[in-house]
């Protein structure tokens, strides 16, 4: 997925971008309302980790916006402020789940592949497309049985075709998600991953539509 996190606490602020990172997400970090604002409308994003106490102003506020502009990203709310009157207010305002600080990693973790599950309309972590089974918790996959291990890169390419089984992905769409893991995006960059991926998955898994793009095939061969 792209994350958007809005936190301006620096050491937490890279704890959590580093804990998504490494579940195979791609996080663009900012530290004020402002940023959040400028991001959101030039990127499509999966899912925003939003703190409430920032320097410009007041998460809720944000939430409130977004939510009225019909943009209905998923929004899990990261705050100190651990009163029920406060969770039921962000709830109210639109967010879609609450993690108290201090929490654990793990947990939030948990809490986005949740979340994301929800949205894709997927509540289970286990999918099956082709001979492939797919455990979206866990970023698991095994092919007939046996274990394929993917790197974090090519777990973020693959999740995209996983969220839209079948559909066109332009390689623009496929870049972006490499984009915010700091990979260097040259002419070839998606072939190359495309062609890994081929060889863990099958030779057939991804299907090349010329000059359009790249799809997931959903059969068995």
């Known amino acids: 997925m792209r994350v958007l996190l809005v936190e301006d606490t620096a050491g937490l602020g890279e704890a959590v971008r580093d804990q ?17 604002e400028a991001s959101i409308r ?11 106490m920032l320097p410009d102003g007041h998460g809720f506020g944000f939430l409130r916006t977004i939510r009225a502009t019909g943009i209905t990203t998923p929004v899990i709310i990261l705050t100190a402020r ?13 967010a879609d789940d609450y993690l108290v600080k201090p929490f654990d990693l ?6 986005v592949a949740a ?18 089974m797919i455990d979206l918790g866990d970023h698991r ?30 390689r623009s769409q496929l870049e972006d998600r490499l984009y915010a893991f700091g990979a260097e995006i040259e002419s070839n960059t998606i072939e190359v991953y495309v062609s ?22 959903t059969h068995d061969h």
């Open 20 to 36: 998504i990172a490494d579940d195979g997400h791609a996080v663009d970090w900012v530290q004020t309302l402002r940023f959040a």
């Open 141 to 170: 996959i095994s092919r007939n049985g046996l274990p394929v291990e993917l790197t974090a890169r090519e777990w973020a390419l693959f999740e995209g075709f996983i969220q839209r089984p079948g559909m066109l992905l332009s």
């Open 115 to 132: 979340v994301a599950r929800r949205y894709r309309g997927n509540p289970s972590p286990i999918i099956q497309v082709g001979e492939l």
């Open 106 to 111: 793990s947990e939030l973790s948990a809490r």
């Open 82 to 94: 651990d009163q029920v009157s406060d969770r039921i207010e962000g709830l109210n305002a639109g």
């Open 196 to 217: 890994r991926l081929r060889k863990k998955l099958g030779r057939d898994a991804i299907v090349t539509v010329r000059g359009m793009g790249y799809r997931l095939e």
């Open 42 to 52: 030039t990127t499509a994003y999966d899912l925003i980790l939003l703190d409430l």
